[in-house]
């Protein structure tokens, strides 16, 4: 389903790692074959973001084969010096993405920023640049790039995918006190779970936030509070970059 402020873009690199974050912590790690809903909203919010609205993942499709690479790696150890790990990547990934944003409820105090046109048009243009900031695929040594693309368009590695491919139980991302929608979630952080498939043409479909019935609540959490002091809104762009 596409919404009036939906963007579509494409996200490329040579390694992704997309894995749960309880692996993160050391020791060894391993990607999911498909990329997670938070680790796409990252991608988002590194291309641009306001804590006006919350980025909403619709759909992932993938384009080319799924194929990992294993690799020995020497991370620092927590307490100091060096350790051996071998970390298992994602090769040669290419997504097409569709999102849309939605504006945040819990922030009535920005409400005089809620302009989707502003928004939506400052998006698209940062998505034809490439992002504001760094983009990375799942982890900071795989780097992305970002570019503008029609979501379904081209061919895609699984256009001939007999059925559909069942993941089981995976991560799906974390709500954050001041993203959350459902009353129980309130206040704090929740981390989601949740079963995807991929279907004909490399899709797979997300659940919404709020949808996922399989989550922990992780630890108390307060909001944090924007004002004049702490956010400047369109004022950092430039008149171009604004559509101004």
């Not at 494409?10 to 999911?32: M, N």
């Not at 804590?51 to 100091?80: L, S």
């Not at 040669?92 to 569709?98: A, D, E, F, K, S």
């Amino acid at each position: 389903m596409k919404y009036r402020n939906t963007v579509e873009f494409q996200v490329s690199g040579d390694y992704a790692l997309f894995s749960d974050p309880v692996t993160r912590v050391g020791g060894e790690k391993c990607t999911y074959h498909i990329p997670t809903y938070e680790a796409l909203k990252g991608i988002l919010q590194s291309v641009y973001w306001k804590p006006t609205f919350v980025w909403i993942i619709d759909a992932v499709r993938v384009m080319n084969p799924i194929r990992t690479e294993t690799k020995g790696i020497r991370p620092i150890c927590y307490n100091g010096g060096n350790e051996l790990a071998y970390y298992t990547y994602l090769r040669n990934v290419c997504y097409q993405v569709r999102a849309h944003f939605e504006w945040n409820e819990n922030r009535p105090e920005l409400e005089a920023d809620r302009n989707e046109h502003k928004h939506h048009n400052i998006a698209r243009r940062m998505i034809a640049r490439g992002g504001r900031r760094d983009v990375f695929l799942g982890t900071r040594e795989c780097q992305g790039y970002v570019e503008p693309c029609v979501f379904g368009e081209g061919e895609s590695a699984y256009d001939d995918l007999d059925g559909e491919i069942a993941y089981g139980f995976l991560y799906h991302g974390i709500t954050y006190a001041d993203e959350a929608v459902l009353p129980e979630d309130k206040g704090k952080l929740t981390v989601r779970f949740w079963h995807p498939r991929m279907t004909r043409g490399g899709e797979v479909k997300f659940l919404r936030p709020e949808q996922c019935v399989e989550k922990r609540h992780i630890k108390e959490m307060e909001m944090k509070i924007f004002c004049q002091e702490n956010f400047c809104g369109a004022e950092e762009f430039s008149d171009e970059e604004a559509g101004l």
